[in-house]
């Protein structure tokens, strides 16, 4: 009977410890892909900000069509839209509401005009400096129009973002070394007696350590596999429910935060396992029943 008892004290035992590290885990998950999504929506926001490159009258369609092709064998070109000088009429007629060669003598007072759009990392007040000047370069370039204020704002406020979110994750990765610890600490402490016989009767340490963390390796796995099923199902909700979610929260990300959580349930309860096992293997007699 007290044999019986004990094998259905370890499976309780168990299983608390696997659910209360999946709980952790999942806390865990949802800060990372919290900092993923904030990366990605960075990247959005920063590929979104808009350069204008103004051409001389001089210029012809054809002149700015070709500065775009060579623009879009740039490293550092997202994307480059090119606007005629008859696009660019007709956008401010309908803008204004009145054609403006109506007071210039059937005259096209407009010049032909690229919009950029640049890859996020190149999206900073220093590179941006550098790019305008290369543009500028091009003779037929007359001025190059970014928002540098708006632009520097962006930045320091996405910096901000990140080292918050830093922080964060660097916190909640000691409680949840300490909460696993707790965990894992509170199931071998249960067990010391035994850990303290094994000991008497000359069984080395590594013997005597191998199955409980052989027990801290199974329950890491379920802990983790438990924790994604839960994060990977909340993910594939949020695409159903909003499918433009998709674009800041992507298939990358539930990879990344898959794998990282599996990496760090089984790292962490083999850690705190190996730890707590060496402190009751150090421990004297005397010490066991204090």
């Given at each position: ?12 035992q ?28 960075s ?17 012809s ?6 500065y ?9 070109v997202?994307?480059v839209t ?9 956008e ?25 759009n ?13 790019i305008?000047k ?8 007359t ?20 080292y ?28 010391r007696?035994?850990?303290h ?31 994604d099923?839960?994060?990977l ?6 695409w ?21 959580v ?5 790292l ?6 190996y ?13 066991m029943?204090?």
């Amino acid at each position: 009977m007290p044999r019986k008892r004990r094998k259905i004290s370890l499976r309780w035992q168990a299983l608390t410890s696997t659910i209360s590290t999946t709980f952790v885990l999942i806390l865990m998950g949802l800060v990372v892909v919290c900092a993923l999504t904030a990366k990605q929506l960075s990247e959005s926001v920063r590929q979104s900000l808009t350069i204008t490159v103004m051409f001389s009258d001089d210029a012809s369609n054809n002149d700015a069509a070709e500065y775009k092709k060579k623009l879009e064998k740039k490293a550092w070109v997202k994307n480059v839209t090119f606007i005629s000088r008859e696009q660019a009429l007709e956008e401010q007629t309908e803008a204004m509401g009145t054609d403006p060669t109506d007071f210039l003598g059937g005259e096209n007072p407009f010049t032909p005009s690229l919009e950029l759009n640049l890859v996020a990392d190149y999206a900073c007040t220093d590179s941006l400096g550098w790019i305008s000047k290369r543009l500028k370069s091009n003779k037929l370039v007359t001025d190059v129009i970014y928002q540098k204020d708006l632009i520097e704002r962006l930045n320091s406020n996405l910096r901000k973002v990140t080292y918050v979110l830093l922080g964060i994750v660097a916190l909640l990765l000691m409680v949840t070394l300490v909460l696993i610890n707790n965990t894992v600490r509170l199931s071998v402490y249960s067990r010391r007696f035994i850990i303290h016989t094994m000991k008497l009767v000359g069984a080395s340490w590594s013997f005597i350590r191998r199955p409980f963390m052989l027990r801290a390796l199974w329950i890491g796995l379920a802990a983790s596999i438990l924790a994604d099923a839960v994060l990977l199902g909340g993910m594939h909700a949020l695409w159903t429910y909003d499918p433009n979610m998709q674009a800041y929260v992507t298939m990358e990300s539930a990879i990344i935060t898959g794998v990282s959580v599996l990496v760090c349930g089984l790292l962490l309860t083999l850690l705190c396992t190996y730890i707590s096992v060496s402190h009751y293997l150090s421990m004297r007699e005397r010490e066991m029943y204090e």
